[in-house]
């Protein structure tokens, strides 16, 4: 089953963040948007290697600016992932059309978001005293499956993915 939220990376920095961001939206069947400007360039060599084989199957949406995201894509809600959030990712309640955005690997968001979504910010829980955030890819992998976890009846264990095999 799809995951019917939106992945908005803006102004992504790292191909292989996005390249393996890319990978998990294809494995959750959900569209990636990106917003430009990029920190790479979309034949990276790089980007294509983290992406495998997957790219012929990303729903990959490209947004040359915020405004342009949402008049394209007109989300129905906003969770906005930060080290400044008010909120923890497991106090978020995702709901179908809803967007979840994440800045880039150096600066965060932009800062007018802070301001402009105060309430829409969420924090994923880091319990290591040394840790300031984590790397962006993984980031993504956790909000992701935490919303398709929630937006799911029941899990299908039909598929040969969702049971483990027996040692």
């Known amino acids: 089953m799809s995951l019917p939220l939106h992945i908005v990376l803006v102004h992504p920095e790292i191909p292989q963040n996005t390249g393996a961001i890319g990978r998990l939206c294809v494995g959750l069947d959900a569209p990636l948007h990106l917003i430009r400007p990029l920190g790479f360039a979309m034949t990276s060599a790089w980007l294509k290697r983290a992406g495998l084989d997957y790219w012929a199957h990303l729903d990959l949406r490209l947004h040359d600016t915020w405004d342009a995201f949402l008049a394209a894509t007109n989300p129905a809600r906003f969770h906005l992932a930060s080290t400044r959030g008010r909120h923890t990712l497991y106090a978020c309640r995702f709901n179908p059309g809803d967007a979840i955005i994440f800045g880039n690997e150096s600066r965060g968001l932009p800062p007018p978001f802070?301001?402009?979504?105060?309430?829409?910010?969420?924090?994923?829980?880091?319990?290591?005293?040394?840790?300031?955030?984590?790397?962006?890819?993984?980031?993504?992998a956790v909000v992701a499956y935490e919303a398709w976890r929630q937006l799911q009846p029941a899990i299908d264990t039909s598929h040969p993915a969702a049971t483990p095999t027996p040692p």
């Open 114 to 140: 802070y301001q402009q979504y105060a309430d829409a910010l969420f924090c994923i829980p880091m319990p290591g005293v040394h840790a300031r955030s984590l790397n962006l890819a993984n980031a993504v």
